[in-house]
């Protein structure tokens, strides 16, 4: 996914290319992708402090990218919101500074032309450049509006990602109907498995499965040829049965690891069979 | 998922049980369909390779959402959301305002909030109208079709959020 994209700001026109090198800057700036990233951010942090919100994006020039009214969020939320994202772009620093500012005395700051000094708009940043602002408005207060801005612009922050914790009642809960547990899909995957009959055939081109089983027996089958393997999504495919390949009786407390390409086939199972897979690309 | 949530228009003071059922109640564009309306709108620009400003504005003409395709010109977002505006306040394509234009009555122009260029097209839902598509970026033409694209797309996505509701 493309997040940014850079521009070339003219500096001296009709210039003779080779010469005119140095007379240009290069600024990266928001591509709709990286605006969708960052309103996915803010809404995030909204659900969870089960409040409402406009969310506003605008590019490195203070143009506006996206938008996204939670349901029951006020109707002039949407322009505010628009308002304080451009002006943390324009002025490159979060609008709670200007509030503060404004708030302690210098109250003729509010003449300036367009500018929305209310807090709940900061820039968002790439490696120390400002590539565009969000502004949120109509949350359940200021300080909320605030809090669901920085989150928003938290978007691209390098740094590991936080901790997944997973309570026992969670995976028991998980492993009652099978289901994915934590997905990363781009790096990995932890599903909590339950079969009760067999399968079709699998064939993961990018993920490999590394299985633990918790409960029950099942017959899997590795390698062989796949008969009718057909893709159904990227990088996966599903077929009949498995001829041929090997043949494997996994019980509670087995490991398997089946590297990405291999083909597999849970071809009987007791009911249920319970396994912990992870899914490393 | 809820699709609608019911308003009261607001009578203040008044003795609840009495008197809600007398209340009218008016159905309210939710964020998800805003979103499928405009997938769809974007799924008909991209076929087409154009840019474009997507928004989908309540029956107030306020932005629900809105989405500036990458390399879309700037100036579209105000015209985007100008359109769709009109669509839902005057309750009818913006289209009709800027054949009015065409056909003689300049005084069109002077209407209040209105965006009398082709690419607003209301979202209706049984008769009423609850809010609008509004899309600017290339030709007048591309703009009207991208919009009812989006606008043709509302039926199905009401009905995937699970119908309507009183």
Redesign the interface.
Known sequence: MNIF?STVAAAALLSIAPLAQAQFAETKSL??DG??RVIDAAVAAANNKKTTGVI?VV?N?G??????????TF??G??ISIGKARTALLFQKPTKVFEDIVNKGRTAMVALDGFTPLQGGVPVSVDGQIVGAVGVSGAASAQQDEELAMAGAKAFESGPPPVSYFPKDQVKAAFAKGSVLFDHSDKYMVHASRREQSGMSEIHTKDADIVYVLDGIATLVTGGTAVNSKPIAADEFRGERIDGGETRLLSKGDVIIIPAGVPHWFKEVTNPFLYYVVKAR | MKSF?TILYSALFVIAPAVRAELPVKKVM???VA?KIAAAAEAEANRRHLTAVIVVV?D?G?????????NTQ?AS?EVGIGKARTAAIFRRPSKDFEDQVKDGRIAALALPGATPLQGGVPIILDGKVIGAIGVSGESPKDDEDVAKAGAAAAAAAIAAEGGSRE
């Not at chain 1, 143009?63 to 029951?72: K, P, Q, S």
Request: proline share 2%; net charge positive; glycine share 8%.
């Open positions: 994209k591509t709709m605006a969708r506003a590019d020039g143009n506006l990218m996206a938008l996204e009214r939670i349901d029951g109707a002039a949407a322009n | 949530r939710t964020l998800n979103k309540d107030g306020y932005p629900l959402l809105l989405q500036r395709l990458d700037v977002v």
